[in-house]
T-cell receptor
């Protein structure tokens, strides 16, 4: 069955530290997509990245980087030189084809709450 | 471009009351979704609409109904609210299935 596990419930770091958020997924599909979303204290959900199952290249966007490894079914997210504004709950999500159709519903992990202290 | 909008932002209901949560998107997306978020649970899909004219159940559909009114609007109805439906409700849309979903600001619902 499809599942997303974010084992770290809460992480606390001091500003400028690097931090990695772990995401492990389970799927039977060979075609799927992985996502990261950020939920700041204000509550909205902000899209960060989408990666398809055929593209294992790591991605870097400013202080953010993502490491996708199919061999370990992981899609980890690293924030370099963390800042107070990075404090949020971060969700990893999986989208795959549903049975008999092409609807790609998002299956979310339970989220990791990151607190960055000044 | 407002993106995805939701009304109301906050609502208090008594057990047994009914209400409709409204969602609209102006991005010309085909697919729309309703999720609920409970503490420590992540987001769970209630219903979705792959395209105008179709709706399907998600993981937690009991106690809810939906209407895809047109391409822009997707409403969620609670016919007889229960305290277990206290949650934050998010609407989302995507161009097509498996593409990135964009979320509205959420509706906080408290059922007493």
């Amino acid at each position: 069955a499809q599942k997303v596990t974010q084992a770290q419930t809460e992480i606390s770091v001091v500003e400028k530290e690097d931090v990695t958020l772990d995401c492990v997924y389970e799927t039977r599909d060979t075609t799927y997509y992985l996502f990261w979303y950020k939920q700041p204290p204000s509550g909205e959900l902000v899209f960060l990245i989408r990666r398809n199952s055929f593209d294992e290249q790591n991605e870097i966007s400013g202080r953010y980087s993502w490491n996708f490894q199919k061999s370990t079914s992981s899609f980890n997210f690293t924030i370099t030189a963390s800042q107070v504004v990075d404090s949020a709950v971060y969700f990893c999500a999986l989208s795959e084809r549903s049975y008999g159709g092409s609807q790609g519903n998002l299956i979310f992990g339970k989220g990791t709450k990151l607190s960055v202290k000044p | 471009n407002a993106g995805v909008t939701q009304t109301p932002k906050f609502q208090v209901l008594k057990t047994g009351q009914s209400m409709t949560l409204q969602c609209a998107q102006d991005m010309n997306h085909n697919s729309m979704y309703w999720y609920r978020q409970d503490p420590g649970m992540g987001l769970r899909l209630i219903y979705y609409s792959a395209s105008e004219g179709t709706t399907d159940k998600g993981e937690v559909p009991n106690g809810y109904n939906v209407s895809r009114l047109n391409k822009r609007e997707f409403s969620l109805r609670l016919e007889s609210a229960a305290p277990s439906q206290t949650s934050v409700y998010f609407c989302a849309s995507s161009p097509w299935a498996q593409e990135t979903q964009y979320f509205g600001p959420g509706t906080r619902l408290l059922v007493l």
